[in-house]
C-alpha cells in the first residue's frame, strides 16, 4: 500500500523535475542544467528578425538597383542643368559672368561687384533615415547696374528665371540726373545670394 501512494508521488516528481530541468529549458532557455544556450522560442524570435532583415535587404537592392537605372536615363543635359542649378561649389568669376550676361541681355552694364563672405546654413531637419540634410552655402553678391525702370524689370526676369538659384536680397535705387534734370535712368545697387551644397 505504501508502495501504491509513493510511486505515484515518485512519478510525478520525476516528471515535474524532467519539466523543469529538461523540457523547459530547451524551449525557453537557462534552467539549471542548461548549457547557456537560447531556447526554441529566442531560436523563433531570432529566426523571425533575420528572416525580416533579409527581407529589408532585398527591398534595398532592388530599390537601390531601380534608382541606378533611373540615374542612368538622366541625360547629361539634364545633369549639367541641375548641377548649375544647385552646385557643390560656386565659381565666383563665372557667378559674376552670368550676373554680367544677364544685365546685358536687358541692356544695362554691370558696375561694382563685391562679393560677400561665404555663410553655412544648416537645417534642423533630419531625412527619415535619420541622416542630417546637407549643409547650404550662400554667398551674397553686390553690383550696381544702370538703367531704365523697366530694363530693371526684364533684368529681375531674367534673374527670376536663371538656371542658378539667385535671390535678390536688397534692391537700391537713385535718380541719375544729367545737367539738373530727369532722364528717366537709374542707378540701382542689387544684392543677391546664391546657393550650393557644402
Do not use: C, H
Amino acid at each position: 500500500m505504501l508502495v501504491q501512494i509513493l510511486l505515484p508521488i515518485l512519478f510525478l516528481l520525476t516528471a515535474v523535475g524532467v519539466y523543469f530541468g529538461l523540457t523547459d529549458p530547451v524551449i525557453y532557455g537557462g534552467g539549471l542544467f542548461s548549457s547557456g544556450d537560447s531556447g526554441i522560442v529566442d531560436l523563433r524570435e531570432e529566426k523571425k528578425t533575420l528572416t525580416q532583415a533579409m527581407e529589408d535587404a532585398k527591398a534595398l537592392q532592388e530599390r537601390a538597383a531601380e534608382l541606378e537605372r533611373q540615374a542612368a536615363s538622366i541625360s547629361p543635359d539634364n545633369i549639367t542643368r541641375l548641377d548649375n542649378f544647385l552646385p557643390d561649389s560656386v565659381d565666383d568669376i563665372q557667378l559674376v559672368v552670368d550676373l554680367n550676361t544677364i544685365a546685358s541681355r536687358s541692356g544695362m552694364g554691370l558696375g561694382e561687384v563685391k562679393l560677400g563672405a561665404d555663410q553655412t546654413r544648416r537645417r534642423s531637419v533630419e531625412r527619415e533615415t535619420g541622416q542630417a540634410v546637407p549643409a547650404v552655402e550662400t554667398v551674397a553678391v553686390s553690383f550696381t547696374v544702370d538703367g531704365s525702370y523697366g530694363q530693371l524689370k526684364a533684368m529681375i526676369s531674367d534673374l527670376a528665371k536663371s538656371l542658378r538659384i539667385l535671390e535678390v536680397k536688397q534692391l537700391k535705387f537713385a535718380s541719375v540726373a544729367e545737367d539738373g534734370s530727369e532722364t528717366g535712368r537709374y542707378k540701382y545697387e542689387i544684392t543677391v545670394e546664391t546657393y550650393w551644397l557644402k
